[in-house]
Nanobody
Framework: QVQLVESGGGLVQPGGSLRLSCTASGSIFKINAMGWYRQAPGNQRELVATIPSGGSINYADSVKGRFTISRDNAKNAVYLQMNSLKPEDTAVYYC???????????????WGQGTQVTVSS
């Protein structure tokens, strides 16, 4: 079994900062890309940022210059530093990992349970 556990969400005023963390645990052979997605009420889930095991980091246009994604491969962890937060960043943020559970398996997507981020004065 693989689990992704997020932490770091909460309530913050506009212009403030939050740091989200996500750690993957369980039977993991290899993690390819990791990322963050978000879903606001009434909206579809959307990409925020992804970071592959090698290659270019990808950000949604709406967060470029404000959010920074990073990962710690030794800890199977991914982080999202969110600065200059805006009310429109309010959403449930989900961690995602594209990973392989053993050497003969295909990669598959795994999701965390989500953490609420609310930006409001």
């Amino acid at each position: 079994q693989v689990q992704l556990v997020e932490s770091g969400g909460g309530l913050v005023q506009p212009g403030g900062s939050l740091r989200l963390s996500c750690t993957a645990s369980g039977s993991i052979f290899k993690i390819n890309a990791m990322g963050w997605y978000r879903q606001a009420p009434g909206n579809q889930r959307e990409l925020v940022a992804t970071i592959p095991s090698g290659g270019s980091i990808n950000y949604a246009d709406s967060v470029k210059g404000r959010f920074t994604i990073s990962r710690d491969n030794a800890k199977n962890a991914v982080y999202l530093q969110m600065n200059s937060l805006k009310p429109e960043d309010t959403a449930v943020y989900y961690c995602n990992a594209d990973l392989v559970i053993n050497w003969y398996s295909r990669p598959d997507d795994y999701w965390g349970q989500g953490t609420q981020v609310t930006v409001s004065s």
